[in-house]
């Protein structure tokens, strides 16, 4: 099989997520929102993507929900 850092696993994400959703997910991921301790907060990566608290939020819920899918789904 494909390591999880693979260009495969990128590519499937690709077609179940938005652009969007790619864009909040790796920002958040480059600026350390998933760190133990995180190293930037959620408003940080809002700010730094210009776009509003609630709308990462909803965005990152959204990209959550879609991986959750993809590994326990049907």
Known sequence: GYPLGSDKLRQ???GKLSDQQ??????AYQMGLFKVPQEATAGEIADELEISRST???????V???????????
């Open 56 to 62: 990462l939020s909803e965005r990152l819920h959204r």
């Open 22 to 27: 790619l864009s909040v997910l790796e920002a």
């Open 12 to 14: 499937t994400l690709s």
């Open 64 to 74: 959550q929900h879609s991986l959750c899918e993809l590994l326990f789904g049907p």
